[in-house]
Every structure is written in C-alpha cells, then in structure tokens.
C-alpha cells in the first residue's frame, strides 16, 4: 500500500510541475502607485486594430499584440498592475500568452515597462530594448539622463525584467511572416523606440507604426534645451517627430491612446463606419506637429525663465 501510495504521489507531483496549466499562471509584481494609476489601469476590451495587429492593453495604457504565424508579439506592457489585464485580453483575444515570443517597449517608464516583467517571467520570452532602454530595463532604474530623473528613485522605479538583448537602430527581426523594425526616437527618454511593421487583411497590407511619446515631461529644473554639457532633449525630440513624420503611415498606434483618439475610432467602429477609422493616411504627420508645437511651448518657457 505504501509502495502505491508514493507512485500516486509522485505521478501527481510530476502532473502538477510539468502541466502547461502550472507554466501559464502569472504572478504579478507590486501595484504601482500614482496620481494617474488608477484611471490608466481601467479595463479595456481587446480588439483587432487591423490584420495581425490587436489592442489588448488598458483604458490609458497601450499594449500591441501583432500575430504572426510562428508566435506572437507583445509591445509594452503598461503598469505592473496591468499585466493581468494584458494577459487576460490576450486570452479574450482568443490567443495565449505562453506563445510570446519577443517583448518590445516604446520607453522605459514605469507606466510602460511596468507589466514587461511578469509577462516575460510567464511567456519566457525574448525582450529586445534600445541601446538607451537596455540598462533601464534590467534594473528597473532610470538613467540620470532621463527628463524624468528627478522624480526620485522610488517615484520612478518599475520590475526589472529578464532576457533583455539590444536592437540596433534600424534593426529588424522577423518571427513567422512578420518583420519589424526598431526606429530610435529619443528626447522624452534617452532610449525611446518607435515600431513599424506591416499588416495585411484580405489582399490589403497597410503599414503599422506604434510611435513612442515625444512629449516634453520632466521633473523640476531640467532643461529641455540644454545644458551644453549634456545631451540635447529639444533636438532629439525635433528630430524624432522628423523621422515619425517620414514613415510609411496608414494605421497609428501610441503609447497613450488618448494620443490617436483611440475612444472615438472605437466609436465610430461600433457606429458602423464603412471604413475602418483606424486606417488614417497622414495621422504620423499630424502626430509629429503635436510634439514640435508642444516642444515649442516648452522651450519658449525655458528662455523665458533663464536669468537676464
């Protein structure tokens, strides 16, 4: 009896390690903290935005599923509070997280790179990063050059995520019958990353940009416009709305959807638009003149502000 008592145990130990159901559990790292958290973390249906390419993100947070037919791929991973929610629209999706093969992020903020952690730790998956993102990324710390720095270590901190590898500028990789390619656009971060790709529904293939924020937010007493000793935000930012303004452009996607009216595109779809609102030729023209107008006001407030 005793014999046939520890088969059963150790045939059920084995079942309990081993079954893809004990793999597939996430575990969630530490609720962020913040003024904004909760209203960005509010739940948000997944849709498909337009071939591949699916919203499975928050109410104010972005996250991109694009699939491929050799696994999936999973852009940002908002709040760390938010990666349940990701998880649980991907499956909604109809799809399943444990077949992530590579994370991406925009930049390295805790409201973006929050969730990466635990979603990599559940998928395993590849995470490729900047060469200004890969050290953040690892320790969850920011960079001192970083407009946001000065908020404070703690204020800024997020899960530090595992198997992080460098994609060049310009890089591409492909998984399946996907390619994508990593675009530098630094200034709101000094490793900001947009993504391009294409999607293709029927026999229409459009071309997908998921651009980074350029927006000129800081803490108290940086400079946008210099010091001449270090870098210069207000140029890279110039230049990055530059390089988003020249891509090949049909569909937008941001990190903060508020950024591409993602609420009244939803709307319009439900109204039953006969054209998919999220097709939007020269939405990343527009896109860049709201950050070059914006880094405008900012600057113009720092001249104002320097000693006579």
């Given amino acids: 009896m005793k014999k046939i008592t520890t088969v059963i145990y150790l045939c059920w130990l084995s079942l309990t390690l081993f079954s893809p159901a004990a793999k597939a559990e996430l575990v969630e790292d530490a609720a962020k903290v913040c003024d904004f958290c909760e209203d960005w973390n509010k739940s948000q249906a997944p849709f498909k935005v337009f071939g591949n390419t699916w919203y499975v993100g928050t109410q104010g947070l972005a996250s991109i599923l694009i699939v491929t037919d050799a696994g999936l791929i999973l852009i940002d991973g908002a709040l760390s509070q938010s990666a349940h929610l990701i998880e649980a629209n991907i499956r909604r999706a109809g799809f399943d997280p444990l077949d992530i093969k590579y994370i991406l992020n925009s930049h390295a903020h805790f ?33 001192a050059y970083d407009p946001q720095y000065g908020f404070g270590v703690e204020a800024n901190r997020f899960p530090a995520a595992q198997n992080v590898e460098l994609i060049a500028d310009q890089e591409t990789f492909t998984l399946g019958n996907t390619t994508l390619t990593a675009h530098y656009t630094p200034g709101h971060t000094p490793g900001g990353t ?18 980074d924020s350029l927006s000129p937010v800081s803490a108290e007493g940086f400079r946008f416009s210099g010091p001449d000793d270090s870098p210069n935000n207000a140029e890279q930012i110039s230049n990055s709305a530059d390089l988003i303004r020249q891509l090949p452009c049909n569909v937008l996607l941001a990190p903060h959807p508020f950024l591409i009216r993602m609420e009244e595109k939803l709307a319009a779809r439900e109204a039953g638009t ?35």
């Fill in 111 to 143: 409201d973006h790179a929050g969730g990466l952690a635990a979603l990599q730790r559940l998928s395993g998956a590849q995470v490729l990063a900047s060469a200004g993102s890969l050290e953040v990324l690892q320790s969850g710390e920011l960079s």
């Fill in 274 to 308: 006969a054209t998919n609102p999220f097709i939007e030729p020269g939405a990343c023209g527009a896109y860049a003149d709201h950050f070059d107008q914006w880094l405008a006001r900012r600057v113009a407030e720092e001249a104002a502000n320097d000693p006579e």
């Fill in 194 to 211: 947009s993504w391009t790709w294409q999607s293709c529904e029927a026999s229409q293939c459009l071309n997908m940009v998921y651009a």
